[in-house]
T-cell receptor, first 110, second 115 residues
C-alpha cells in the first residue's frame, strides 16, 4: 500500500530562519511527487511536481528536492506570508489518484 | 482561467439527514476527483471520474455515499444518511491529463458539520 509520512507535524520559525520539511514515501513505482500549500479555509494550491530522484525545483523562497525514498521542501529566509500547511502527495505508476501525507503546519513569526 | 468551483461552502446538518455537494471543474478537464479531508489529516480520495465514467471508487462508503458526473462536466456528491464521522471538508479537484501524470487543481472545499 502506498504511504506518505510528513515530518514534523508542526514547525514554528522566526522570520528569516531557514529550515526544511520532510516527506518520506513508499510507493509501488513513482509516477510523480507533488507539493501543495493549503491556507486555512482553502483548498490545496499546487506548488511543484518532481518525477525522478535528483530532481530539484524552485519557486521564490521554496526549493523541493527528491530522492528514492523522500522529498524535502527547503524554505529559505521565510516570511510570515509563508505560514500555511504544506502537503506532500505521491502518484503511483499506473494510477492517477494522489496519496497524501498528513501535512506540516508551518508558522513564521515576524 | 476560472478555477474549480464548489458549493455550498459550508453546511451544518443533523445526523441521519442527507446532503449534496456540487462541483464544476476547470473547463476542458477530463478527470474529476472528490476527496475527503478530516481535520488535521491530508485529503483522502473518495471517487475519481474520467469524463462520465468512474475510474476509482474503492474508498467510497457506498452504503451512504453516491456521486455522479453528468455529461462529463459538473459533478455531485451525496451523503444519505449522514453520520457524525462524516464531518470533514469535501474537496473537488480536476486535471487535464488522461492516463498520465497530471497536476490536480483543487476547489475551495465544502465544510460539513454533522451534529
Amino acid at each position: 500500500e502506498d504511504q506518505v509520512t510528513q515530518s514534523p507535524e508542526a514547525l514554528r520559525l522566526q522570520e528569516g530562519e531557514s529550515s526544511s520539511l520532510n516527506c518520506s514515501y513508499t510507493v509501488s513505482g513513482l509516477r510523480g511527487l507533488f507539493w501543495y500549500r493549503q491556507d486555512p479555509g482553502k483548498g490545496p494550491e499546487f506548488l511543484f511536481t518532481l518525477y525522478s530522484a535528483g530532481e530539484e525545483k524552485e519557486k521564490e523562497r521554496l526549493k523541493a528536492t527528491l530522492t528514492k525514498k523522500e522529498s524535502f521542501l527547503h524554505i529559505t529566509a521565510p516570511k510570515p506570508e509563508d505560514s500555511a500547511t504544506y502537503l506532500c502527495a505521491v502518484q503511483a505508476r499506473g494510477a492517477q489518484k494522489l496519496v497524501f501525507g498528513q501535512g506540516t503546519r508551518l508558522t513564521i513569526n515576524p | 482561467e476560472a478555477g474549480v468551483a464548489q458549493s455550498p461552502r459550508y453546511k451544518i446538518i443533523e445526523k441521519r439527514q442527507s446532503v449534496a455537494f456540487w462541483c464544476n471543474p476547470i473547463s476542458g478537464h477530463a478527470t474529476l476527483y472528490w476527496y475527503q479531508q478530516i481535520l488535521g489529516q491530508g485529503p483522502k480520495l473518495l471517487i475519481q471520474f474520467q469524463n462520465n465514467g468512474v475510474v476509482d471508487d474503492s474508498q467510497l462508503p457506498k452504503d451512504r455515499f453516491s456521486a455522479e458526473r453528468l455529461k462529463g462536466v459538473d459533478s455531485t456528491l451525496k451523503i444519505q444518511p449522514a453520520k457524525l464521522e462524516d464531518s470533514a471538508v469535501y474537496l473537488c479537484a480536476s486535471s487535464l491529463a488522461v492516463g498520465a501524470v497530471g497536476t490536480q487543481y483543487f476547489g475551495p472545499g465544502t465544510r460539513l458539520l454533522v451534529l
